[in-house]
């Protein structure tokens, strides 16, 4: 059975030292609420992982970082390497958020280089895919997922497969208030599994977590949960107050 996976994508919020306080109040709820069985992940800034990886040393949350280089070292101003992120002990790291496509024109075949680059390096990623609300009312959002997946695992082999997460992240939903219905989320989730079991097998599908992400808040984050195929949340602004986050760890 899969484990609830839940992760907070803090975005460019929080100084260090607020990144600091926070993940202090939800290490806190964790070490006192040691019987809920979700893994929980929370990806702040940049500048924030040295010190929450040094002053939170038998943290009870995993930690991860929102994005990296495919590169390991070299002259690319600007760019957080693999082997920067191994050092700090970090986990986790999100890839191809769509704030990342949208923004800074980050495309599969970047993407698919830098989940290689993840896993030659032992960290997890989280491949983030999802449609735009046009391609959704056109009836292509399926095209356009299993499009993003099969190009996202190009040259993955299955024994690297199940250190992936995918999250599902409809676009037109992240940050707008809107929430794909918990039984649309759970029917591209389910379509997802379905592509895994294609591109791998049926126990890899069963293995790898697909999280939803888009709008997920306490007041919705049990429906969602409460379905089939939906394996988690990937949180944004809720991420960002540990009473928020907290409701959504225990659903």
Known sequence: MRTPFIAGNWKMHKTPEESLELAKEIDTF??????????????????SLYLLNKELKNRKFYL????????DEGAFTGEISPLMLKEMDIEYVVLGHSERRQYF??????INKKVKKALEHNLK???????TLEE?????????????????????DKNNADSITIAYEPIWAIGTGKTASSDD???????????????????????IRIQ???????HNIKELMNKSDIDGALVGGASLKSEDFVKIIDF
């Open 30 to 47: 964790l070490k006192e609420n040691e019987d809920i069985e979700v893994d929980v992940l929370i990806c702040p800034p940049y500048t």
């Open 105 to 110: 024109n980050e495309n599969d075949e970047e």
């Open 64 to 71: 991860g970082a929102q994005n990296m280089s495919f590169e």
């Open 125 to 131: 990623p989280i491949i983030c895919v999802g449609e």
């Open 212 to 218: 939803y992400g888009g709008s997920v808040k306490p």
């Open 185 to 207: 989320a759970n029917d591209m989730i389910k379509f997802i599994r379905s592509i895994i079991k294609e591109l791998y097998d049926e126990d890899t599908a069963e293995v």
């Open 136 to 156: 959704r009312e056109s009836g292509k959002e399926k095209t356009k997922v299993r499009n993003q997946i099969t190009s996202d695992l190009f040259e993955i």
